[in-house]
Nanobody
Framework: QVQLVESGGGLVLAGGSLRLSCAAS????????MGWYRQAPGEQRELVAI???????NYADSVKGRFTISRDNAKNTVYLEMNSLKPEDTAVYYC???????????????WGQGTQVTVSS
């Protein structure tokens, strides 16, 4: 199976920065798209950013120009650099990856457990 573990969350002041990391491990055959999602209390989970295996990216309008998603394929790791953070960025951030394992030949979407990001004013 495939496991995703996020790290790098924490408490920061508005205008500050955080860098999230998500490392995939397990019996991985291949990984395609990776992404970051977030969920604030009482709200639905929303897409923040995605990155394809070739490096193409897409961002939610609310984070364009402030967040940067990147990946290191050799490490099976995706990153989210968050700058100019705002209180409305406060949420649990989840890592996601579309991957194939040696056990399952079909593409499946895997999720991490989430990491809390809190931005205070």
């Amino acid at each position: 199976q495939v496991q995703l573990v996020e790290s790098g969350g924490g408490l920061v002041l508005a205008g500050g920065s955080l860098r999230l990391s998500c490392a995939a491990s397990g019996s991985i055959f291949s990984i395609n798209t990776m992404g970051w999602y977030r969920q604030a209390p009482g709200e639905q989970r929303e897409l923040v950013a995605i990155i394809l295996s070739g490096g193409s990216t897409n961002y939610a309008d609310s984070v364009k120009g402030r967040f940067t998603i990147s990946r290191d394929n050799a490490k099976n790791t995706v990153y989210l650099e968050m700058n100019s953070l705002k209180p409305e960025d406060t949420a649990v951030y989840y890592c996601s990856a579309a991957a194939k394992s040696y056990r399952y030949s079909n593409w499946r979407n895997y999720w991490g457990q989430g990491t809390q990001v809190t931005v205070s004013s």
